[in-house]
Nanobody, 124 residues
Framework: QVQLVESGGGLVQAGGSLRLSCAASGLPFSNYAMYWLRQAPGKEREFVAAIPWSGGSTYYAGSVKGRFTISRDNAKNTVDLQMNNLKPEDTAVYLC????WGSGTPRRSGYDYWGQGTQVTVSS
């Protein structure tokens, strides 16, 4: 059974940092591109960042570029999202997702697996 389990969310003041982690099990992790997406109340789910199955190039939404960093550890089957200089508009549920043999480019659909999400709240 495939599981993606996010952790690391919480409440932080604007300008602060959080590090999210997604632990994967039940799948050949190194074969999957890993994504972070987020969904704020009343808004559509949006792409945040991604890293392809092969590692290397990473992709970011314009709103987080320069502040967030995605990384993966294939030995530990984890993908992390380091979030710096957080803003109130970053408040959302953050979810990780996996795409088999994915390139990591932003997409609206076609994810193979999803996690349950972790709440990030940034106070002003």
């Amino acid at each position: 059974q495939v599981q993606l389990v996010e952790s690391g969310g919480g409440l932080v003041q604007a300008g602060g940092s959080l590090r999210l982690s997604c632990a994967a099990s039940g799948l050949p992790f190194s074969n999957y591109a890993m994504y972070w997406l987020r969904q704020a109340p009343g808004k559509e789910r949006e792409f945040v960042a991604a890293i392809p199955w092969s590692g290397g190039s990473t992709y970011y939404a314009g709103s987080v570029k320069g502040r967030f960093t995605i990384s993966r550890d294939n030995a530990k089957n984890t993908v992390d999202l380091q979030m710096n200089n957080l803003k109130p508009e970053d408040t959302a549920v953050y979810l990780c997702a996996a795409v088999r043999w994915g390139s990591g480019t932003p997409r609206r659909s076609g994810y193979d697996y999803w996690g349950q999400g972790t709440q990030v709240t940034v106070s002003s």
